[in-house]
Protein backbone atom coordinates (compact mmCIF):
# COMPACT_ATOMS: atom_id res chain seq x y z
CA UNK A 1 0.00 0.00 0.00
CA UNK A 2 1.13 3.95 -0.70
CA UNK A 3 0.70 6.24 2.17
CA UNK A 4 1.46 9.89 0.99
CA UNK A 5 1.80 12.39 4.33
CA UNK A 6 2.02 16.49 2.64
CA UNK A 7 2.28 19.75 4.55
CA UNK A 8 2.14 23.36 3.59
CA UNK A 9 3.81 25.49 5.50
CA UNK A 10 4.05 29.41 4.67
CA UNK A 11 6.62 32.05 4.64
CA UNK A 12 6.86 35.77 3.71
CA UNK A 13 9.94 35.70 1.35
CA UNK A 14 10.23 35.04 -2.22
CA UNK A 15 9.77 31.63 -3.72
CA UNK A 16 13.19 32.03 -5.81
CA UNK A 17 15.09 32.75 -1.90
CA UNK A 18 13.59 29.99 -0.19
CA UNK A 19 14.62 27.48 -3.46
CA UNK A 20 18.36 29.02 -3.58
CA UNK A 21 18.98 27.29 0.21
CA UNK A 22 16.45 24.27 -0.69
CA UNK A 23 18.80 23.77 -3.67
CA UNK A 24 22.11 24.40 -1.89
CA UNK A 25 24.68 22.42 -2.27
CA UNK A 26 25.66 23.35 1.71
CA UNK A 27 21.99 22.66 2.80
CA UNK A 28 23.15 19.43 4.42
CA UNK A 29 25.80 21.13 6.41
CA UNK A 30 23.91 23.91 7.15
CA UNK A 31 20.37 22.08 8.02
CA UNK A 32 22.12 20.78 10.91
CA UNK A 33 23.29 23.97 12.36
CA UNK A 34 19.64 25.16 11.77
CA UNK A 35 18.55 22.34 13.60
CA UNK A 36 20.89 21.74 16.60
CA UNK A 37 20.17 18.31 18.47
CA UNK A 38 18.32 16.60 15.87
CA UNK A 39 21.46 15.20 13.64
CA UNK A 40 24.50 13.40 15.17
CA UNK A 41 26.14 14.88 12.01
CA UNK A 42 25.32 14.43 8.09
CA UNK A 43 27.85 12.62 6.34
CA UNK A 44 28.60 13.06 2.03
CA UNK A 45 29.22 9.54 0.96
CA UNK A 46 28.86 10.86 -2.76
CA UNK A 47 28.87 13.62 -4.51
CA UNK A 48 29.33 17.60 -3.08
CA UNK A 49 25.38 18.48 -2.91
CA UNK A 50 23.92 18.75 -6.32
CA UNK A 51 21.83 16.09 -8.05
CA UNK A 52 23.07 12.95 -7.62
CA UNK A 53 24.27 13.00 -3.88
CA UNK A 54 24.16 10.03 -1.27
CA UNK A 55 24.16 11.26 2.30
CA UNK A 56 24.35 9.08 4.98
CA UNK A 57 22.17 10.38 7.93
CA UNK A 58 23.20 10.17 11.83
CA UNK A 59 20.55 10.46 14.47
CA UNK A 60 21.17 10.62 18.25
CA UNK A 61 21.23 7.69 20.32
CA UNK A 62 17.15 6.42 20.72
CA UNK A 63 16.20 7.69 17.41
CA UNK A 64 13.91 5.51 14.94
CA UNK A 65 15.78 5.35 12.62
CA UNK A 66 18.86 5.79 13.88
CA UNK A 67 20.96 6.09 10.96
CA UNK A 68 19.94 5.62 6.70
CA UNK A 69 21.36 6.83 3.31
CA UNK A 70 19.69 9.21 0.73
CA UNK A 71 20.05 10.41 -2.83
CA UNK A 72 19.05 13.59 -4.43
CA UNK A 73 16.94 12.29 -7.22
CA UNK A 74 15.67 15.61 -8.74
CA UNK A 75 16.60 19.00 -8.10
CA UNK A 76 14.41 20.86 -10.79
CA UNK A 77 15.20 24.64 -10.48
CA UNK A 78 11.97 25.37 -13.16
CA UNK A 79 9.70 23.39 -10.92
CA UNK A 80 11.51 24.52 -7.75
CA UNK A 81 11.30 20.86 -6.58
CA UNK A 82 13.74 18.83 -5.01
CA UNK A 83 12.87 14.82 -4.15
CA UNK A 84 15.50 13.12 -1.96
CA UNK A 85 14.80 9.06 -1.38
CA UNK A 86 15.89 6.49 1.48
CA UNK A 87 18.22 4.28 -0.48
CA UNK A 88 19.81 2.22 2.58
CA UNK A 89 19.10 1.58 6.09
CA UNK A 90 16.24 3.64 8.13
CA UNK A 91 12.97 3.11 7.10
CA UNK A 92 14.08 0.45 4.23
CA UNK A 93 15.02 -1.67 7.27
CA UNK A 94 11.78 -2.18 9.08
CA UNK A 95 9.91 -3.23 5.78
CA UNK A 96 9.45 -0.40 4.00
CA UNK A 97 9.71 -0.91 0.57
CA UNK A 98 9.72 2.93 -1.15
CA UNK A 99 10.83 6.03 1.13
CA UNK A 100 11.31 9.23 -0.43
CA UNK A 101 10.62 13.18 0.50
CA UNK A 102 10.00 15.97 -1.35
CA UNK A 103 9.86 19.65 -1.29
CA UNK A 104 7.99 21.95 -3.68
CA UNK A 105 8.77 25.55 -3.21
CA UNK A 106 5.47 27.53 -4.64
CA UNK A 107 5.39 30.65 -5.41
CA UNK A 108 2.22 33.11 -4.56
CA UNK A 109 1.07 35.24 -6.77
CA UNK A 110 0.85 39.03 -6.16
CA UNK A 111 3.33 38.82 -3.25
CA UNK A 112 6.66 38.46 -2.28
CA UNK A 113 5.55 34.83 -0.67
CA UNK A 114 5.59 31.54 -0.75
CA UNK A 115 4.85 28.05 0.37
CA UNK A 116 7.25 24.78 1.13
CA UNK A 117 5.11 22.10 0.25
CA UNK A 118 6.87 19.02 2.47
CA UNK A 119 5.75 15.50 0.83
CA UNK A 120 6.71 12.14 2.32
CA UNK A 121 6.21 9.44 -0.06
CA UNK A 122 6.78 5.54 1.11
CA UNK A 123 4.91 2.29 0.12
CA UNK A 124 4.74 -0.52 2.63
CA UNK A 125 3.44 -4.54 0.95
CA UNK A 126 2.53 -5.97 4.02
CA UNK A 127 -1.08 -4.61 5.83
CA UNK A 128 0.34 -5.97 9.39
CA UNK A 129 3.81 -4.41 8.86
CA UNK A 130 1.61 -1.33 7.71
CA UNK A 131 0.37 -0.62 11.37
CA UNK A 132 3.56 -1.28 13.40
CA UNK A 133 6.00 1.26 11.31
CA UNK A 134 3.44 4.10 9.84
CA UNK A 135 2.82 5.66 12.76
CA UNK A 136 6.84 6.18 12.93
CA UNK A 137 6.54 8.32 9.84
CA UNK A 138 5.28 11.19 9.87
CA UNK A 139 6.26 15.26 8.02
CA UNK A 140 7.61 16.89 11.20
CA UNK A 141 10.76 16.56 10.49
CA UNK A 142 10.39 17.86 7.33
CA UNK A 143 8.41 21.30 9.01
CA UNK A 144 10.83 21.83 11.22
CA UNK A 145 13.58 21.73 8.48
CA UNK A 146 11.18 23.99 6.58
CA UNK A 147 10.51 26.16 9.86
CA UNK A 148 14.25 26.54 10.22
CA UNK A 149 15.08 27.40 6.41
CA UNK A 150 12.29 30.24 6.49
CA UNK A 151 13.62 31.43 9.59
CA UNK A 152 16.92 31.55 8.27
CA UNK A 153 16.07 32.99 5.15
CA UNK A 154 14.34 35.99 6.48
CA UNK A 155 17.20 36.82 8.68
CA UNK A 156 19.00 36.96 5.86
CA UNK A 157 16.93 39.17 4.08
CA UNK A 158 16.90 42.00 6.87
CA UNK A 159 20.43 42.06 6.93
CA UNK A 160 20.55 42.57 3.11
CA UNK A 161 18.06 45.67 3.62
CA UNK A 162 20.06 46.91 6.44
CA UNK A 163 22.20 50.29 5.73
CA UNK A 164 26.06 50.35 5.67
CA UNK A 165 27.63 50.56 8.65
CA UNK A 166 29.55 54.27 8.26
CA UNK A 167 33.24 54.39 9.36
CA UNK A 168 33.97 57.57 12.22
CA UNK A 169 36.24 60.19 10.95
CA UNK A 170 39.58 58.73 12.65
CA UNK A 171 39.09 55.35 10.76
CA UNK A 172 37.68 53.34 13.33
CA UNK A 173 34.33 51.26 13.39
CA UNK A 174 31.15 52.50 14.45
CA UNK A 175 30.50 50.11 17.65
CA UNK A 176 27.72 47.67 16.12
CA UNK A 177 30.40 47.41 12.73
CA UNK A 178 32.25 43.73 13.35
CA UNK A 179 29.50 41.92 14.47
CA UNK A 180 28.22 40.05 11.78
CA UNK A 181 26.08 36.40 12.41
CA UNK A 182 26.94 33.97 10.63
CA UNK A 183 24.90 31.13 8.91
CA UNK A 184 23.79 28.49 11.60
CA UNK A 185 25.07 30.61 14.91
CA UNK A 186 21.93 31.73 16.11
Known amino acids: MRYELINEFDVNASADDVWEVYSSPNLPKLIVDLLPGVFERI ?11 VLRLVYPPGTVPRTYKEKFVTIDKSKRLKEVQ ?29 TIKSTTKYEINDDELAKKVSPLISVDSLVNMARGISKYVLKNQSHKHQPKKEVHEHGHPSADEGKHVHPGSE
Open 43 to 53: DFIEGNGGLGT
Open 86 to 114: QIEGGYLDMGVTFYMDSFHIIEKVGCDSC
